[in-house]
Protein backbone atom coordinates (compact mmCIF):
# COMPACT_ATOMS: atom_id res chain seq x y z
CA UNK A 1 0.00 0.00 0.00
CA UNK A 2 1.70 3.38 -1.13
CA UNK A 3 0.88 7.28 0.21
CA UNK A 4 -1.44 8.16 -2.16
CA UNK A 5 -3.45 5.25 -1.37
CA UNK A 6 -3.50 5.85 2.41
CA UNK A 7 -3.94 9.70 1.22
CA UNK A 8 -7.15 9.12 -0.02
CA UNK A 9 -8.09 6.36 3.37
CA UNK A 10 -7.80 9.61 5.16
CA UNK A 11 -10.02 11.84 3.30
CA UNK A 12 -12.41 9.32 2.92
CA UNK A 13 -12.37 9.22 6.59
CA UNK A 14 -12.76 13.17 6.68
CA UNK A 15 -16.18 12.64 4.89
CA UNK A 16 -18.07 10.10 7.06
CA UNK A 17 -18.53 9.51 11.06
CA UNK A 18 -16.30 6.48 10.73
CA UNK A 19 -13.88 6.90 13.43
CA UNK A 20 -11.16 3.88 12.68
CA UNK A 21 -10.56 2.07 9.29
CA UNK A 22 -8.28 -1.09 9.20
CA UNK A 23 -7.38 -2.23 5.74
CA UNK A 24 -4.83 -5.63 4.74
CA UNK A 25 -3.96 -6.07 1.45
CA UNK A 26 -0.86 -7.63 0.06
CA UNK A 27 0.44 -8.30 2.96
CA UNK A 28 0.62 -5.28 4.62
CA UNK A 29 -2.02 -3.58 7.12
CA UNK A 30 -2.77 0.24 7.83
CA UNK A 31 -5.19 1.32 10.79
CA UNK A 32 -6.15 4.72 10.70
CA UNK A 33 -8.08 6.28 13.88
CA UNK A 34 -9.56 9.59 14.86
CA UNK A 35 -11.11 11.01 17.44
CA UNK A 36 -14.84 11.83 17.03
CA UNK A 37 -15.09 15.35 18.25
CA UNK A 38 -18.24 16.76 19.63
CA UNK A 39 -19.70 20.54 19.42
CA UNK A 40 -22.41 22.00 21.07
CA UNK A 41 -24.32 25.27 20.88
CA UNK A 42 -24.80 26.58 24.24
CA UNK A 43 -27.58 29.81 23.94
CA UNK A 44 -27.47 32.51 26.57
CA UNK A 45 -29.83 35.33 26.28
CA UNK A 46 -28.49 38.63 26.71
CA UNK A 47 -30.39 40.47 29.86
CA UNK A 48 -30.60 44.35 29.97
CA UNK A 49 -29.58 45.69 33.82
CA UNK A 50 -32.56 48.21 32.81
CA UNK A 51 -35.20 45.47 32.55
CA UNK A 52 -33.64 43.31 35.29
CA UNK A 53 -34.03 47.16 37.71
CA UNK A 54 -37.56 47.03 35.91
CA UNK A 55 -38.44 43.65 37.08
CA UNK A 56 -37.48 44.01 40.48
CA UNK A 57 -39.28 47.01 41.42
CA UNK A 58 -42.65 45.36 40.31
CA UNK A 59 -44.64 43.55 42.77
CA UNK A 60 -45.03 44.14 46.70
CA UNK A 61 -42.48 45.35 48.72
CA UNK A 62 -43.24 41.95 51.12
CA UNK A 63 -42.65 38.75 48.96
CA UNK A 64 -42.08 36.50 52.01
CA UNK A 65 -46.14 35.04 51.68
CA UNK A 66 -46.09 34.70 48.15
CA UNK A 67 -45.52 31.03 46.39
CA UNK A 68 -42.87 30.22 43.92
CA UNK A 69 -44.06 28.08 40.59
CA UNK A 70 -40.74 26.71 39.12
CA UNK A 71 -40.11 24.96 35.92
CA UNK A 72 -40.05 21.44 36.76
CA UNK A 73 -38.03 20.41 32.86
CA UNK A 74 -35.68 22.58 31.07
CA UNK A 75 -37.10 24.51 27.34
CA UNK A 76 -38.73 27.10 25.98
CA UNK A 77 -41.59 29.15 27.96
CA UNK A 78 -44.33 30.04 26.48
CA UNK A 79 -47.70 32.22 27.78
CA UNK A 80 -50.06 30.38 25.18
CA UNK A 81 -50.45 27.83 23.14
CA UNK A 82 -50.16 29.72 20.37
CA UNK A 83 -48.85 33.28 19.06
CA UNK A 84 -52.16 34.19 18.41
CA UNK A 85 -54.19 33.18 21.53
CA UNK A 86 -54.18 34.99 24.33
CA UNK A 87 -52.26 34.03 27.35
CA UNK A 88 -53.16 31.46 30.14
CA UNK A 89 -52.38 33.73 33.03
CA UNK A 90 -51.26 37.29 33.45
CA UNK A 91 -49.94 39.47 36.42
CA UNK A 92 -53.78 39.59 38.61
CA UNK A 93 -55.43 36.49 37.33
CA UNK A 94 -57.07 34.39 39.67
CA UNK A 95 -56.06 30.88 39.58
CA UNK A 96 -56.93 27.49 40.77
CA UNK A 97 -54.45 24.27 41.91
CA UNK A 98 -54.58 22.75 38.72
CA UNK A 99 -54.62 25.07 36.27
CA UNK A 100 -52.35 25.54 33.49
CA UNK A 101 -50.33 28.46 33.90
CA UNK A 102 -47.73 27.89 30.89
CA UNK A 103 -46.37 25.75 28.72
CA UNK A 104 -42.35 24.85 28.51
CA UNK A 105 -41.64 23.01 25.08
CA UNK A 106 -38.86 20.39 25.63
CA UNK A 107 -37.65 18.06 22.52
CA UNK A 108 -40.10 19.11 20.50
CA UNK A 109 -43.08 18.53 22.79
CA UNK A 110 -45.12 20.81 24.42
CA UNK A 111 -45.54 20.39 28.21
CA UNK A 112 -48.43 22.32 30.03
CA UNK A 113 -47.34 23.40 33.43
CA UNK A 114 -49.70 23.69 36.29
CA UNK A 115 -50.29 25.53 39.48
CA UNK A 116 -49.59 23.92 42.61
CA UNK A 117 -51.78 26.70 44.70
CA UNK A 118 -54.73 29.21 44.02
CA UNK A 119 -54.02 32.43 44.26
CA UNK A 120 -53.17 35.74 42.28
CA UNK A 121 -50.61 35.95 39.88
CA UNK A 122 -48.06 38.50 41.69
CA UNK A 123 -45.64 38.77 39.44
CA UNK A 124 -44.35 36.54 35.39
CA UNK A 125 -40.90 36.05 36.47
CA UNK A 126 -39.57 34.67 32.93
CA UNK A 127 -40.71 36.80 29.13
CA UNK A 128 -42.35 34.83 26.29
CA UNK A 129 -40.01 32.16 24.07
CA UNK A 130 -37.51 32.77 26.75
CA UNK A 131 -35.33 29.59 27.77
CA UNK A 132 -35.53 28.55 30.70
CA UNK A 133 -33.51 25.58 33.26
CA UNK A 134 -34.50 23.10 35.99
CA UNK A 135 -36.26 24.73 39.26
CA UNK A 136 -35.58 28.45 37.45
CA UNK A 137 -38.83 30.31 39.64
CA UNK A 138 -41.43 31.39 36.64
CA UNK A 139 -44.32 33.23 38.40
CA UNK A 140 -44.58 34.75 41.85
CA UNK A 141 -49.02 33.00 43.19
CA UNK A 142 -50.13 35.30 46.54
CA UNK A 143 -52.28 32.96 48.02
CA UNK A 144 -54.63 34.81 50.15
Same mark, same amino acid.
Given at each position: ?12 ? !? !? ?12 ? *? ?5 ? !? ?12 ? *???? *? ?66 ? *? ?22
Amino acid at each position: MDLKDIKSLVELL !K !KTDITELKIEREGS *AVTIKRE !KVMVTEQVIAPVKP *AEVV *AVSAEGPADESNLVTVKSPIVGMFYTAAAPESPPFVKVGSRVNKGDVMCIIEAMKLMNEIECDTSGTV *ARMLVENGQPVEYGEPLYLIDPS
